[in-house]
């Protein structure tokens, strides 16, 4: 399959999508590890500046993929990511497009996996809390330290006890 690329300003439009897309992920993804290393410290000061502008990156990012998607519609070239690329690969054009694309996938994969690690981190931590209000509501909890520092449920202590 042979394809022509349209006039240069619409490759130029996608370059510029793609150059933008790729400064965006690349500030979102140092956001998220600054967001990682505030919800691993103690507190939360600052986090919800961190989301505000998480926010409007991932608006923007989405923004950037409209962009692009129609540039490529415009060019005859098939949104779908996988295939723009392999187009652009075909057709020799757009090897400065190809470099930036392959890198701003690169940053997406990383801000994901960053988005796992953050997300982990916030469940231990509502874990812990739970855990914590369980404590101060003298609820009954999954496991407390024993004499010889093996966790006992709450169930064993008291067949102990009450065996005794």
Not at 18 to 25: E, G
Not at 69 to 85: F, K, R, T
Not at 123 to 147: C, H, K, M, N, P
Request: glycine share 6%.
């Amino acid at each position: 399959m042979t394809i022509s690329l349209q006039p240069a300003a619409e490759r130029t439009r996608l370059d510029v999508a793609i150059d933008a897309m790729h400064q965006v992920l690349t500030l979102l993804l140092e956001l998220m590890r600054q967001e990682a290393e505030v919800l691993a410290a103690p507190g939360t000061a600052h986090i919800e500046k961190i989301l505000e502008e998480k926010q409007r990156l991932l608006e923007t990012v989405n923004e950037l993929e409209q962009t692009r998607q129609s540039a490529c519609v415009e060019s005859g070239l098939d949104p779908n990511p996988a295939q723009m690329l392999h187009q652009i690969i075909a057709a020799g054009a757009g090897t400065p497009s190809r470099e930036k694309w392959d890198d701003a996938l690169g940053l997406l994969e990383s801000c994901q996996q960053q988005n796992l690690t953050n997300g982990a981190i916030l469940q231990l931590r509502q874990r812990f809390t739970i855990g914590a209000l369980g404590v101060l509501r003298g609820a009954e909890t999954d496991g407390v330290y024993s004499e010889t520092g093996s966790v006992d449920s709450y169930e064993s202590r008291n067949s102990r006890f009450l065996s005794a």
